[in-house]
């Protein structure tokens, strides 16, 4: 690992490569082990980062904001790629904004309404990045990415940068081809319309109050933690198993809304894996219905 560190340092700056990173600092979660190495590249500088780490036979892992991820406790061999800071310019040309993989939709979506654009105000309250909500078709109060997507520009394995239409990203609920093929998102643009910024406003702070009364904002988690199984919605039948405040350790299914596994007291990756697996069997039990995590698992637990 000393000689791959040796050779990112003839591409990133000391401050950009991370040696047993806790992973709990990159993840909404706040739990997690440590990755061998954490690296944040630019634009200019992924396509380098990810010849090295295959040249040299190193796991690749990419993430964003963390906001949907659960890092077990044992870590992530080989390097974690945070596409953060280092990518989050935004950019507006008429009805058009353009965002780097690393900006929080909730800058885009201000950005927008700056703009007297309207389109991205479902999406104002999602605490993910640009990359993450593309890889996942995140979306919120009726509003997804593919509503809104134009283009994408990824990375492909072969080093290419590639354009991909809104069809061609084959969105569906929490879907897109991103991870199969494995693609790295580099920025999306977003088809808005003009609006009046009051009443865009005005929808922004409808949402924010319907997010404060209803989640559990207070404690560390990642959002919804299940999908929607078809024909049912995943907090009502946990709540309707009994599963309210159902906790492990520090980990404990939120009263306030049932969807949502939160960290409640400086809970443990392991704690927050066997409140999921435990409401999984109860709600198999007793309804039948298969609840498949919204969040997606890395490392070793």
């Known amino acids: 690992m000393e000689k791959v560190q040796r050779e990112l340092e003839t591409v990133l700056d000391k401050a950009q490569i991370y040696c047993n990173e806790p992973m709990s600092r990159h993840i909404t979660f706040r739990v997690g082990g440590p990755a061998d190495l954490l690296l944040t590249p630019d634009m200019e500088q992924l396509g380098k980062v ?124 929490r879907h897109s081809c ?19 910024k009051a009443c865009i406003a005005e929808r922004m702070e409808e949402l924010k109050i319907q997010r404060v009364s209803k989640q559990p904002l207070e404690y560390p988690s990642a959002g919804s933690t299940f999908k929607r199984p078809e024909g049912y919605f995943a907090g009502k039948l946990i709540m309707d198993a009994g599963l309210a405040g159902y906790t492990v350790g520090g980990a404990c299914v939120s009263e306030k809304h049932c969807g949502f596994v939160v960290n409640k007291a400086k809970g443990t990756a392991k704690d927050v894996l066997a409140v999921i697996r435990h409401v999984q069997k109860v709600v198999k039990e007793q309804y039948g219905v298969e609840l498949e995590t919204e969040v997606k698992m890395l490392g070793e637990f």
């Open 50 to 173: 990810l010849s090295i780490l295959r040249e040299n036979a190193i796991p690749v892992t990419v993430i964003g904001n963390g906001s949907n991820l659960l890092v077990g406790d044992g870590g992530i061999r080989g390097a974690v790629i945070e596409i953060g800071r280092q990518m989050q310019e935004i950019t507006v040309e008429g009805e058009t904004v353009t965002a780097g993989a690393g900006a929080l939709l909730s800058k885009v979506a201000q950005e927008a309404y700056a703009h007297g654009l309207s389109g991205l105000e479902f999406a104002a309250g999602i605490p993910g990045s640009i990359g993450g909500a593309m890889v996942m078709n995140a979306g919120a109060y009726g509003g997804e990415m593919k509503d809104v997507v134009v283009s994408v520009k990824v990375l492909t394995e072969d080093g290419e940068i590639c354009a991909l239409s809104c069809e061609e990203m084959d969105f569906g609920y």
């Open 178 to 196: 991103v991870p199969e093929k494995n693609y790295v998102v580099l920025e999306a643009s977003f088809s808005l319309q003009k609006k009046e």
